[in-house]
């Protein structure tokens, strides 16, 4: 998988990850710059990208927050499940470094957790 190599795109993604760690989840903001950022990954054929861009803005649009826990590194067997709280700004600031490193093989595999998550939700 490739990564994005617009320098606009690249500058996008930096300011969500930062926003987002400095300010928390802005809805309106967060939701314009992910809706800026699409156009990138379609112009360079970035389908998984597109989808999360898109499927994660029209959840916070709709929620106001970003209710996607991080995806689990290891199936945990049934008798051990707790249910974690997942704090949504921390949830938001990992997803948005995985669309940023999404050419590292087991980013792109969590990335696609959550937009199964975010399919499901």
Same mark, same amino acid.
């Given at each position: 998988?490739? #990564? ?24 309106? #903001? ?92």
């Amino acid at each position: 998988m490739n #990564t994005l190599q617009n320098s606009k795109a690249v500058k996008l993604i930096n300011k969500l990850i930062d926003d987002v760690t400095q300010n928390g989840i802005i809805t309106n #903001t967060v939701v314009e710059d992910l809706m800026a950022l699409r156009p990138y990954t379609i112009t360079e054929e970035l389908p998984l990208l597109a989808k999360a861009t898109r499927l994660a803005a029209e959840h916070i649009s709709e929620h106001e927050t970003f209710a996607i826990p991080i995806p689990q590194d290891e199936p945990i067997e049934e008798k051990e499940i707790e249910v974690v709280e997942s704090d949504p700004k921390e949830s938001l600031h990992y997803f948005f470094c995985l669309i940023r490193d999404i050419n590292k093989k087991v980013n792109e595999e969590e990335l696609r957790e959550y937009v199964k998550a975010l399919n499901e939700y």
